[in-house]
Every structure is written in structure tokens, then in C-alpha cells.
């Protein structure tokens, strides 16, 4: 019973106090992958604590005391054996395996909507030669990118226009950072688990989260090939315009809270606080099942 008592406990705090801080967490701005990490470490810690919830529902030693001598009682007769620990196994299965399902759900939607996009983009769209971008026309600041197999990099007339040459290259190479980053996986998987857990504060944070982390790293991907002011320029010309369903745009997410950023200009995480992160990232879905496993 204590086991089953300390699981339960653990998956509440990973499902609503745990996100409520590392969404306040000023350091992630200076560490913005990391910080997914950890925000993936919060989903397995939860989800590996409801598999071993079952587990340990499925053996009657674990629990004890008169109040659930009947529930043991019952769990003997019906789960001892072999098949017992099979009903168990497939029981922690289902639980990942529905997760898995609204996660590719998810990405399989998207996916859709880029290719429509893409579709869209062959009959109004104009290919710059040697420039690494589409042009569509449109008055409005815009600019962003359509992941997936051909992937693209959408400016508007309107943000070819405002931009210097300088601010196009950093937002290209911004949009290029998600390309090769896969970035629109990540936000699409936590985007897609806040759509089927809406009342679970674990779910609404990290979609909010990653969305702007991702676009941060992407930002700090960049800076490797321009300067801070000229990106925050940049973002704040395209802030107002939107992308697509399944497009991440340079502008759209966090603009202002990435402009302080950028001209704040505050050092990297150091290294041992980046990987003490790591470490805790992979501790929190190894916990349950020490707990249940444990002697």
C-alpha cells in the first residue's frame, strides 16, 4: 500500500506541481533544449507512473491493511500466476500505447495540413532563385517554415520588403534551425497531448513551453550567424504575421519575451547545471520503477 500510496503522489506532483515551476523557471531561457528535456522527462515520469500504478495493482503483496484486504483478496484470485503479470504488463502497455496513438494523432494532422499547404504554396508562390526561400504575396510581415520531407521556407512580399539583408539572412537561418532540428515534432506531440488532456496542468504548460522553447533554440541556432540585435529586429518586423496550420513561424510564438532575450544577451546554463538537468531528466521515469520494483 505505501508503494501504491508514493506512486500516486509522485504522478500528482509530476501532473501539477512540477510544470507549474519549471514554467516559472527563469533559467530555461538560457537553456531553452535542455529545457525540453525536461519537459519530455515530466510526460515519461508520468506516464511510467501510471504503468507501474498497475503493475502494483496487479500484486496483491504490495498493498496491505484491513481497509484493502478485500481488494488483495480479490487481485489474488484473479490476477495470480503468470497471466497476472501478463494482464499487468498489457495493462501499463495500454497506457503508453494510448499516449503513443494521440502523439501520432496529432503528427499525422499536421502532416496533412503541410501538405495542403504545400499545395497551396506550387500555385501562389514564387520560388527565389538562390535566395533558400518562397515568396507569397502578401502586404503583411510573415515569415515562416512547412517542415516535413521538402521542406520549406515562406517570406511574404511584405516582410522581403521591410527586411534589410541582413534581417532575412538571420530569419532564414532561424527557420532553417527548425528544419534540421525537427523541431515541429516536438511542439506537434505536446501540442497533441494538450488537445486530448486539456484538464491536466502537465499538458496545457508543456505545449505552451515547448512552443516558445523550441523557437529559442531556433533563435539561439541563429545567432551563430548574425548578431542578437539584428534577430530581435527581425522578430519584432515579423511578429504580427501568422503561419499555417503545421508551419512554425519566425515571429508568431514569444516574439516579445525573445526580443528581451536576444538583446539581454545572458550567458548559457553552465555545463554542470545543463547536465545535472539531463541527469534528473532521465531519473524521472526511472523513479516508479524503482519504487515498484525495489525490495
Known amino acids: 500500500m505505501t508503494v501504491l500510496l508514493l506512486l500516486a503522489g509522485y504522478g500528482t506532483v509530476l501532473g501539477t506541481a512540477a510544470p507549474r515551476w519549471l514554467a516559472r523557471a527563469r533559467w530555461v531561457a538560457r537553456a531553452p533544449r535542455t529545457a525540453v528535456v525536461l519537459w519530455a522527462g515530466l510526460w515519461l515520469g508520468l506516464a511510467g507512473a501510471l504503468a507501474m500504478t498497475a503493475h502494483v495493482l496487479s500484486e496483491p503483496g504490495h498493498l496491505a491493511g484491513p481497509t484493502v484486504h478485500w481488494l488483495a483478496r480479490d487481485a489474488e484470485q484473479t490476477v495470480e500466476g503468470p497471466a497476472g503479470h501478463w494482464r499487468a504488463l498489457l495493462l501499463g502497455a495500454a497506457v503508453l500505447g494510448a499516449a503513443g496513438a494521440v502523439v501520432a494523432t496529432g503528427w499525422l494532422r499536421a502532416a496533412r495540413a503541410r501538405a495542403r499547404h504545400r499545395l497551396v504554396l506550387d500555385l501562389v508562390a514564387r520560388q527565389e ?163 515498484a520494483c525495489g525490495p
Not at 533558400?132 to 521538402?150: F, L, Y
Not at 532564414?172 to 506531440?189: D, F, T
Open 129 to 291: 532563385a538562390g535566395a533558400g526561400w518562397w515568396t507569397v504575396p502578401d502586404e503583411r510581415a510573415a515569415a515562416w517554415c512547412v517542415p516535413g520531407r521538402g521542406g520549406r521556407i515562406v517570406f511574404s512580399s511584405g516582410a522581403v520588403a521591410l527586411l534589410d539583408p541582413a534581417q532575412r539572412s538571420a530569419v532564414l537561418a532561424h527557420e532553417r534551425a527548425h528544419l534540421r532540428g525537427r523541431h515541429h515534432l516536438l511542439s506537434g506531440a505536446a501540442g497533441a497531448l494538450a488537445r486530448a488532456l486539456p484538464g491536466l496542468p502537465l499538458a496545457r504548460a508543456a505545449a505552451e513551453q515547448v512552443a516558445l522553447l523550441v523557437e529559442m533554440a531556433a533563435d539561439d541556432r541563429a545567432l551563430r550567424q548574425c548578431a542578437p540585435r539584428t534577430l530581435a529586429t527581425a522578430l519584432y518586423t515579423v511578429a504580427a504575421g501568422r503561419a499555417p496550420g503545421g508551419a512554425l513561424a519566425a515571429g508568431e510564438v514569444g516574439a516579445v519575451a525573445r526580443v528581451h532575450r536576444l538583446l539581454a544577451a545572458a550567458p548559457p546554463l553552465s555545463a554542470p547545471r545543463r547536465v545535472g538537468c539531463w541527469a534528473l531528466a532521465g531519473l524521472l521515469p526511472a523513479l516508479p520503477v524503482l519504487l
